[in-house]
């Protein structure tokens, strides 16, 4: 490969018997590159690979759990944008030692861990990082899931919306129970390609105009996607693809009182139904 800027010299920054700068060169098998690679590598267990493309994939392809899995994509980059940032610094005149590389290597990948995984970390060097990440064991919470039916005169309904591809062949579903928990309707209907959240949305409309049609005015509506419970409620901005959907149940809003909540309850299964 042909250095990328000609009006620069083609040797590198990095090497005591400088070499042509090619991207090989300076992100892989350069003697700053390498020292750097052997750093991280070392500590994770990969070997030093010729090539820089095969020296990414091992690093994406060595799992663990899954804090290790998110942390060794991004290490390659890190790493990347370290030595870029070195040989830039050297080329306009400034001093960028290779145990400095290390150190801001290291440096972003702690603020990484610890503002994704939101845990506080008095732990600095790779090879103690790594130890960390290896003993993480993910803790799970549970909660239990279960219908309560509405109080008097309330209806409650259960809306799901599916789509197979998203997008792709679509459908709406509903269901009412009673305050006593009786079904009163469930209706499924075949919808044109589309998305999940449109799905979702359709089925909270088509709910709701059962409802007016029948009189049935003061309704929870339950649905499966926080998206859509999060539009409904003004938290979120409708995406432009459902907004049409959505100006229609707040009209309907208007008739039928209707509380809206996240439900786990009926999960995909009332749409999906109706898929096959
Ligand atoms: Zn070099």
Redesign the pocket.
């Known amino acids: 490969m042909n250095s990328w800027n000609s009006n620069i010299s083609p040797n590198?920054?990095?090497?005591s018997v400088?070499?042509r700068?090619t991207s090989e060169?300076?992100f892989q098998n350069?003697?700053?590159a390498r020292v750097v690679w052997q750093y991280f590598n070392g500590a994770a267990g990969i070997n030093h690979l010729t090539y820089l493309k095969q020296s990414i994939r091992k690093w994406w392809d060595t799992g663990g759990n899954a804090r290790v899995k998110v942390v060794f994509q991004v290490v390659p980059m890190i790493i990347l944008w370290v030595l870029w940032k070195r040989r830039n610094t050297i080329l306009h005149g400034g001093i960028y030692s290779t145990k400095k590389s290390i150190r801001d290597a290291n440096d972003i990948i702690r603020k990484l861990i610890v503002c994704r995984f939101k845990i506080k970390w008095d732990i600095y060097q790779w090879s103690d990082m790594v130890v960390a990440l290896e003993g993480y064991i993910p803790s799970y919470s549970f909660r239990i899931v279960r219908w309560s039916p509405p109080s008097d005169n309330w209806f409650e309904c259960n809306t799901d919306g599916a789509s197979r591809g998203n997008p792709g062949p679509s459908s709406a579903a509903f269901c009412i129970r009673d305050s006593l928990g009786h079904l009163v309707v469930a209706k499924g209907i075949k919808i044109q390609d589309t998305t999940t959240l449109v799905a979702g949305a359709r089925a909270i409309r088509e709910c709701m105009e059962y409802c007016k049609v029948h009189r049935v005015f003061k309704v929870i509506i339950e649905s499966d996607s926080i998206a859509m419970v999060q539009i409904l409620e003004g938290t979120w901005k409708a995406p432009w693809s459902v907004v049409l959907e959505v100006d229609y149940i707040k009209k309907l809003r208007r008739t039928v009182s209707a509380r809206v909540q996240h439900s786990l309850l009926e999960g995909n299964t009332l749409a999906d139904f109706f898929l096959t």
């Open positions: 590198c920054r990095c090497c400088p070499e700068e060169h300076l350069g003697e700053v």
